[in-house]
């Protein structure tokens, strides 16, 4: 329950009550009421038990002040689950499915061997990304593909996708490799759609970690520009740095990007049938977002907003269909090369 001293409750914390909803795993609810002269009471009705953290932000951009209230789950809730728990519930209800069987009798590993694909819509919230000539955001055209490619993906057999992000909402990069981490990801796709300084920039481009230096000096400079998100929500970065640390000195590291190369060769091969290609080979740079030391992990620049016949292309619903579909078929030919093993994809290199 959070106690805030005003007056009013303002159109922002009023709309605050539709956003939760019922497939939350850890909230069930949130009511704001004016509670007495000069007070209003949020409260949260929680699933689970949970550790809060409050912090502020200052404004930036188009946001005022800000109070965020992080919500951390005592006991992780894995989204893969609940997503398979939701569905199976829903096929129960319209009888196409037993009845539960009770947990001693449940058999074990009774879900087949999904592969999961983390899809990771860039920037979002007070970090737009790059902007275009006609005023498109690239965080909004991430997100629109990443929600076209994730229903593609959940339409295929073997395969479920989740997002690292639904809504326009801020995101920590680190926080987006331990979302693909906790959901036991077997790749990682970040979604950009990014600018150069001359206008004429163009076509897609496909990255993949680089352990050493990026392999040109375009690709450090993009690198650095990605990595800035992590400056703007003034989050603290202690956790994401000891992690770093400690997994770079991995050497699984290695064979993962082994792997992201495969995949963003495939993906890359695709995307060259609906686009030119920005750089005929998979350009390698040290991008933060794609650290997880044992996901596959690549980052997509579908186009380049910064060039206004790009930047139109990129808002045609037909045109983003057929981005999502280049990232899927690439996708797809890596996972017939190299199926979901057992424990992830690297377990038994
Ligand atoms: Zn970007």
Redesign the pocket.
Known sequence: MLELETTEISPALAELQGKVTVEDPYVQGLRVARNRPGIVRVVLDLKTEVKPQVFTLKPIGEYGHRLVLDIYPTVEVDPLIALIEKEERELREKKLLPPQIKPEEKPKASVARLATIVIDP??GGEDP??LGRRGSR?KHITLTIGKRLKALIDAEPGMRAVLTRDGDYYLPLHVRVDKARKVRADLFVSI?A?AFIRPNARGSSVFALSEKRATSEAARWLANK?NDADLIGGVNLDVKDKYLAQTLLDLSQTATIDHSLRLGNSVLKKLGGVNTLHKPRVEQASFAVLKAPDIPSILVETAFISNPEEEKRLNDEGYQDQLARAILDGIREYFTKHPPRPHGPLAQN
């Open positions: 860039g920037h990304g790059a690239e950009h990014d990605e």
